[in-house]
Nanobody
Framework: EVQLVESGGGLVQAGGSLRLSCAAS????????IGWFRQAPGKEREAVSY????????EYADSVKGRFTISSDKVKNTVYLQMNRLKPEDTAVYYC?????????????????????WGQGTQVTVSS
């Protein structure tokens, strides 16, 4: 069973930084991807970024390009989301999610598909 556990959320002032962590376990497939999604109150869920387990390729939503960086530590089985120059509009619950690379790629490019595995979410609040 795939398990994803997020940590690292909190309250930060605009312009500040936070790093989210997603501890992953239970994968049986050789190829998969882990991504970050977020949902603000009253808004639809948005794909933020993903990273491939095989070649480390990444993609980002336009709203976070140049400010957020996704990375992975295969020894710790953990995926990170470094968030810099945070804005009040980044305030949301951030979720870690996993599925095949194809699913994560479609999710961030088109947004009409939901990964199979999800973490419980972590709140990020950016004050102005």
């Amino acid at each position: 069973e795939v398990q994803l556990v997020e940590s690292g959320g909190g309250l930060v002032q605009a312009g500040g930084s936070l790093r989210l962590s997603c501890a992953a376990s239970g994968f049986t497939a050789d190829e998969y991807a882990i991504g970050w999604f977020r949902q603000a109150p009253g808004k639809e869920r948005e794909a933020v970024s993903y990273i491939s387990s095989t070649d480390g390729s990444t993609e980002y939503a336009d709203s976070v390009k140049g400010r957020f960086t996704i990375s992975s530590d295969k020894v710790k089985n953990t995926v990170y989301l470094q968030m810099n120059r945070l804005k009040p509009e980044d305030t949301a619950v951030y979720y870690c999610a996993a599925d095949s690379l194809q699913v994560l790629r479609i999710a961030i490019r088109v947004g009409v598909i939901s990964p199979a595995h999800w973490g419980q979410g972590t709140q990020v609040t950016v004050s102005s």
